[in-house]
């Protein structure tokens, strides 16, 4: 079964520095992979996808991930935080032609300080 | 475009009770799905509709249940209702179902069972 693993339930940064979240997946062929972000009683934004064309992946916001095979990872980055990126992040997951079924990583708090 | 609608937003029921969540995909869409949020368990997916017809499950007794209606339009039914059913019950609603199709979500339906 696909799954994936995201390390840190909650990362700080202060405003401007980079962020970077952390992902790895398990799945015995490339799945597609992708980012989304929870704000407070609202539902999920898709930040960006990965679907095996580009292995560097530009999303909305300024978030970009690098797909590496060899790492199993799909990190996601911003090089400049801003205090409107303070979030929960999601990274997911789902099956190369199985539909739409999306299994989710436990997700990261994002804080962002001044 | 209206985006995804998701009615009611918050509901409180007792246990034995039974509930109907609705959802209003994006025009146009013809894949729902649905997604349960818990502390505990995170974002577990329940199932995917397309043009009426189920195609994927997830690990979920058989008290919940769902269906799509010729509209595209989906409800999903919990029946007999636990304490642990107290989650945020998320739709999704996309084009296809071929993946890896954008997934537009909702903002959920907070259920709480006493």
């Known amino acids: 079964a696909q799954s994936v693993t995201q390390l840190g339930s909650h990362v700080s940064v202060s405003e401007g520095a980079l962020v970077l979240l952390r992902c790895n997946y398990s799945?015995?062929?490339?799945?597609?992979l992708f980012w989304y972000v929870q704000y407070p009683n609202q539902g999920l934004q898709l930040l960006l996808k990965?679907?095996?064309?580009?292995?560097l992946v530009k999303g909305i916001n300024g978030f970009e991930a690098e797909f590496k095979k060899s790492e199993t990872s799909f990190h996601l980055t911003k090089p400049s935080a801003h205090m409107s990126d303070a979030a929960e992040y999601f990274c997911a997951v789902s099956p190369t032609g199985g539909g739409n079924k999306l299994t989710f990583g436990t997700g990261t708090q994002l804080k962002v300080e001044l | 475009k209206a985006g995804v609608t998701q009615t009611p937003r918050y509901l409180i029921k007792t246990r034995g009770q039974q509930v109907t969540l609705s959802c209003s995909p994006i025009s146009g869409h013809r894949s729902v799905s649905w997604y349960q949020q818990t502390p505990g368990q995170g974002l577990q997916f329940l199932f995917e509709y397309f043009s009426e017809t189920q195609r994927n499950k997830g690990n979920f007794p058989g008290r919940f249940s769902g269906r799509q209606f010729s509209n595209s339009r989906s409800e999903m039914n919990v029946s007999t209702l636990e304490l642990g059913d107290s989650a945020l019950y998320l739709c999704?609603?996309?084009?296809?179902?071929?993946?890896?199709?954008?997934?537009?979500f909702g903002p959920g339906t907070r259920l709480t069972v006493l």
């Open positions: 999704a609603s996309s084009l296809s179902a071929g993946g890896p199709d954008e997934q537009f």
């Open positions: 799945s015995s062929v490339p799945p597609y």
């Open positions: 990965y679907t095996s064309a580009a292995t």
